[in-house]
């Protein structure tokens, strides 16, 4: 085996062609790692800056009405991760920020792709995508002639003739192929998060980290035995190739534009449009269209009166402004709360259809399990959303609470917050999730993955070279 292994490398050193191959394959890495690490360092300088902005804009702004206060908002921004930079997934299609305010749920702000136009629309550069979609393609330039190769020159009887068996060749080769490009992995996957992590001051955990570059290390075994058994089947050397690069475009390219056309006719998204119009007449005629805000108010009003036996809403131990102002908060909630839960309940279904295309696309397969292990997947982006929403349920109703129990009625234009109030609420500290937590939502393309693998293995393991070998 360490003969054949030698010897396959040898051959590859001989070729011009394939030292150019490598030379281009570690050019583009480097671009995109450079691109990256810029990137993601900039964008971390940049929204630590509007933070501390918002936080000194939030603090010194003049006492005021604490509903005022809330309309005054707070900010929460992402903080990108150190793996953002081997694999940034979907977060330059969503927001970096949310602004949080009374009486609704606001969307992501300053969205990456709205400001670059067309240009995210084919794909960010990435050091994740050049690994998923480059490395596949040398991997097919450096392997597809390797048994074919070996018929039309004539060597594959005379290694059979010395007793070396068949899928002990099978065998070499692929791991000849899988070496060279693992350890080159590894190498620019070390590169990647250790200067990530000089330049963010983060770390990551090491299960984390182990678990990419093993999915990563998998995809790479994956396209090494595809790359042998095509090789094996063929007759020709052209025969060969072009099945591979025909495999690879179906898989890495066809598939997920498929895949994600099929999910979205299936489940259609609302437009924006549609979404607040909806919410407004959740919140203006009632959840279930029956109940207008005028009558609720009413009924509000006349249930207070009689638990409190007053007969005005001035004579309530508190101020009934306050009170109805957070009534309005937790009905409103609900409104969006309903329509939100419908858009998600969308998207997990569109998530859904892909995962189990991805059976036919080990690439839809891995960069599903790589934005999982690397927290920029569409659970992650949506977990940072609804955290953000918590927070600002807890702000508004701080400051709802504040005016129902230290003002009075009708002092809406009179009533100041109390020094050391602003101090008092804190900014929003937003909670990495664990590897299981994303993990346990990727489920079937840990399946697919494992089983191309052991798939064409159980083709290697089948092969006979009577059966194969041409004369």
Not at 150 to 176: D, N, S
Request: hydrophobic content about 45%; aromatic content about 12%.
């Amino acid at each position: 085996m360490k003969l054949l292994i030698l010897n396959e490398w040898r051959q590859w050193a001989r070729e011009r062609r394939l030292k150019a191959l490598l030379i281009f394959g570690l050019a583009i890495g480097a671009a995109a790692l450079w691109h990256q690490l810029d990137y993601q360092a900039q964008l971390l300088e940049t929204r630590q800056d509007a933070q501390q902005e918002s936080r000194r804009e939030w603090l010194t702004q003049e006492s005021k009405h604490p509903h005022m206060a809330a309309h005054f908002g707070n900010y929460a921004y992402k903080r990108p991760s150190p793996l953002h930079s081997f694999d940034p997934g979907l977060t330059p299609y969503t927001g970096s920020s949310v602004y949080m305010e009374p009486h609704r749920q606001n969307d992501f702000l300053f969205s990456q792709s709205q400001e670059n136009g067309t240009g995210l629309r084919f794909g960010w550069l990435s050091p994740a995508l050049v690994c998923q979609l480059v490395l596949p393609l040398l991997i097919i330039l450096f392997s597809f002639n390797t048994i074919v190769g070996e018929r039309e020159r004539g060597t594959l009887p005379l290694l059979l003739a010395q007793g070396v068996g068949f899928r002990r060749i099978l065998f070499a080769k692929i791991l000849a192929t899988f070496l060279v490009f693992e350890l080159g992995f590894t190498v620019f996957f070390a590169v990647t998060l250790g200067m990530s992590r000089l330049l963010m001051a983060a770390s990551v955990p090491a299960s984390t980290m182990l678990y990419v570059w093993s999915i990563y290390t998998l995809y790479i075994f994956c396209w090494s035995l595809l790359g042998v058994v095509v090789s094996a089947r063929f007759r020709s050397v052209g025969g060969s190739i072009v099945a591979l690069l025909l495999l690879w475009m179906f898989t890495a390219i066809l598939m997920p534009r498929m895949a994600a056309n099929v999910a979205e006719n299936l489940f259609p998204l609302v437009t924006n449009y549609q979404f607040k119009r909806q919410i407004s007449k959740a919140i203006e005629n009632g959840l279930d269209g029956h109940d207008p805000k005028s009558d609720r108010a009413l009924r509000l009003e006349r249930a207070l009166l009689a638990r409190y036996r007053v007969s005005k809403v001035e004579d309530l131990p508190f101020n009934f402004e306050g009170y109805v102002m957070q009534q309005g908060e937790e009905y409103s909630s609900k409104a969006y709360d309903g329509q939100f839960a419908k858009i998600f309940d969308t998207l997990e279904k569109q998530k859904r259809v892909q995962s189990w295309l991805s059976a036919l696309s080990p690439f839809m397969a891995v960069r599903s399990l790589s934005m999982a292990g690397s927290g920029s997947s569409m659970e992650s982006e949506i977990d940072f959303q609804q955290q953000a929403e918590h927070f600002r349920r807890a702000f508004v109703q701080d400051m709802n609470r504040d005016m129902r129990d230290n003002s009075a009625y009708g002092t809406f234009e009179t009533y100041r917050l109390k020094p050391g109030k602003y101090a008092a609420m804190p900014d929003l500290q937003v909670l990495t999730r664990p590897l299981s937590w994303s993990l346990a939502r990727a489920l079937p393309e840990h399946i697919w993955l494992a089983g191309w693998v052991l798939v064409l293995l159980a083709l290697v393991l089948g092969m006979n070279e009577k059966k194969l070998y041409v004369r």
